[in-house]
Each structure stands twice: as C-alpha cells, then as structure tokens.
C-alpha cells in the first residue's frame, strides 16, 4: 500500500466513523431485528476451501448453518440446507454484471431452502432490478479498514469493517446474532501458498471468479505481493473478532481439518459433533 492508498484509506475509515455516529441508513436499520436473535445457540460456517471434501457435511442437516458465496455448488447441499448465506459485496465493473446474473441465478435455484440472505447494499438496486432472493433479501455495509482498528465493531445496522474475505462477514453477522458457539469448517486460508489459482477452492470456478476483472486483480496481487499483505489484513480482522468473541464469553473453534488458520482454537469435526 503506497502513501496516497493509505491516505484515502485513512480518510474513507474517518469519515464512515463519522457517519455510524450521525446517520441511519434504513436498509441497514432492519437488521436490528437479527441481534442476539440465536443467543445461546451454536452455529456452523462453511468455508470453500479444499479441506471441506475431508468432512461428512450430511452430518449438519439438523445444524443452524451458515454457507458463503460459491457454496451452493457444493454435492449435499439439498441435505445441509443452510439457514442464511452471505454473499460479498459486488466489487467488479459492470461488464462483469452478467456474471453475476448467472451466479445468482444458480444460488436462488440450489439455495430454495435458505431463509434469509446477506448483500452487500452496494448490490441492493442491482438485486432488486433483477427480482433476486425476494423477501430473503438483507444487507450489510462495509468501510472500516481493522489497519486502524483497536476492537472490532459488530453491529450490521451501521458500517462494518472492510470484507476482504467472506470468513470476516459470516463472522461479524453469526455474533451480532449472538450464537454462542461458532463452529469454523472448510476455511484454509492458504491462498498466497497454491500456485494454481484452481486448487484454491472445492470447486473449479463460479462466474464471477473466471471473468477477466477477477483474473487481473489476481495477476496484479500476486505480480506485487500484495496478496501476503492482503492475508495479514485479514489476520489482524480475525484477530480483532476473536477479541470480541472473547470479551463475551463467545467461542469460535476452528475445527478444519489442516490450512493455516491458527488464530482460533482447533477442535476435530467429529468432536464437536
């Protein structure tokens, strides 16, 4: 991150500060209805990496689940039947929009079951055009940046931090929901050590991640090395919500079976099951 990127950041972070104190965005407002809804509940959020193949999912089909963005795709699905999934904030340019008709397309045919869903609002208008996750539809904002974060701020009615990882968003929305145990499968958190970008995840590719936008942001990240610098933002994220988590007496286990993410206690699968 050059001088002039951290000084916009810098200003970007100020300012949402300053707007979660003035301001309230209605969108944003509706989510009050989620907090603490699952208090002293445990939750289980799955993760796209290659790990996943290593656990019996069917094993979650009475389980509260959380699944993420591409993972609709995944063989038992059907049996699982996630009760809420997140999805990123739309980050590519609109030549790009076509991707992501199709990839919603597929999750509203794969995820009938889900009860809600989570946007970015930058995806409202583009959603809504398109009549997408109708009366399932909820939104979160992201714009705080954890470089300048002492604590973590969980609250998904205001701006959130930055989502560079769909780990960090699962994360924030299952403690605002007050879940008092957070079960971690399938997040690996190897990417900058697999050279061939394919390996990264369960599946092959979604539409969004085999368009052009997404393989030069890659090609760039990876030409740069700006991709360790990326893993350690969201190291320190990971961080700053284990430190909420803890405060409240919140525990995330991490029950992955290998990758890198050490940061939460490990348990095994089964274990916890």
């Not at 045919?109 to 989570?118: N, S």
């Not at 560079?164 to 971690?184: D, E, R, V």
């Not at 997404?214 to 990876?222: G, Q, V, W, Y």
Request: with cysteine.
């Amino acid at each position: 991150m050059n001088l002039k990127t951290f000084l916009r950041t810098f200003a970007s972070h100020t300012l949402n500060i300053i707007r979660n104190q003035i301001s309230n965005v209605p969108d944003l407002q509706a989510n009050i209805k989620y907090k603490n809804i699952h208090k002293n509940e445990s939750c289980f959020i799955l993760g796209s990496g290659n790990s996943i193949k290593n656990h019996n999912l069917k094993l979650l089909q009475d389980k509260i689940v959380i699944t993420q963005n591409n993972f609709h795709s995944h063989e038992d699905i059907k049996t699982i039947k996630p009760t809420y999934h997140c999805v990123v904030p739309m980050y590519q340019s609109k030549e790009c929009n076509n991707d992501w008709i199709e990839w919603f397309t597929s999750m509203e045919r794969r995820l009938p079951y889900t009860k809600e869903f989570f946007l970015g609002l930058n995806a409202k208008a583009f959603v809504e055009k398109h009549n997408f996750f109708s009366f399932k539809r909820n939104y979160v904002q992201m714009g705080l940046y954890p470089l300048f974060m002492r604590k973590a701020f969980v609250d998904i009615t205001k701006i959130i931090m930055h989502i560079p990882t769909s780990l960090t968003q699962c994360l924030i929305i299952a403690l605002y929901m007050g879940f008092s145990k957070i079960y971690l499968v399938g997040f690996d958190l190897n990417q900058p050590c697999i050279p061939k970008r394919e390996n990264v995840r369960f599946y092959s590719y979604s539409p969004i991640l085999n368009n052009k936008d997404e393989k030069k942001i890659e090609k760039e990240s990876r030409d740069t090395g700006e991709e360790w610098f990326y893993m350690w933002i969201i190291w320190k994220q990971l961080l700053l919500l284990r430190n909420y988590a803890e405060s409240r007496k919140i525990q995330i286990y991490n029950v992955t079976e290998g990758g890198l993410l050490d940061c939460f206690e490990r348990r095994s699968y089964e274990s916890v099951l």
